[in-house]
């Protein structure tokens, strides 16, 4: 069976810090692009950031440019993204997507597989 589960979602400050974590299984997660998406209340799904299978080539939604970082580790079957500095226009679902293919995709009809969420919530 195919999975994608996101973790590391909760409730913290402005400022504060969060690591979500994409667990995939089911699949040779190697070979498959990952991108991070969240959705607002009331706003449509964004990217906010993605990474490709082996190269390590990353893409980062300029919102969070400077306070994200996303990256890898294939021998866990795992995605990260490291975020820094938080503001309330944070807050949000988080999804994890993977994308059959070696490349960061920004797009979300290009995801192949999507987890259930995690929901971020910054208070100020």
């Known amino acids: 069976e195919v999975q994608l589960v996101e973790s590391g979602g909760g409730l913290v400050q402005v400022g504060g810090s969060l690591r979500l974590s994409c667990a995939a299984s089911g699949f040779s997660f190697d070979d498959y692009g990952i991108g991070w998406f969240r959705e607002a209340p009331g706003k449509e799904r964004e990217v906010v950031s993605c990474i490709s299978s082996r190269d390590g080539h990353t893409y980062l939604a300029n919102s969070v440019k400077g306070r994200f970082a996303i990256s890898r580790d294939n021998a866990k079957n795992t995605v990260y993204l490291q975020m820094d500095n938080l503001k309330p226009e944070d807050t949000a679902v988080y999804y994890c997507?993977?994308?059959?293919?070696?490349?960061?995709?920004?797009?979300?009809?290009?995801?192949?597989?999507w987890g259930s969420g995690t929901l971020v919530t910054v208070s100020s």
């Open positions: 997507g993977g994308s059959h293919t070696p490349f960061c995709f920004t797009q979300d009809d290009a995801m192949d597989y």
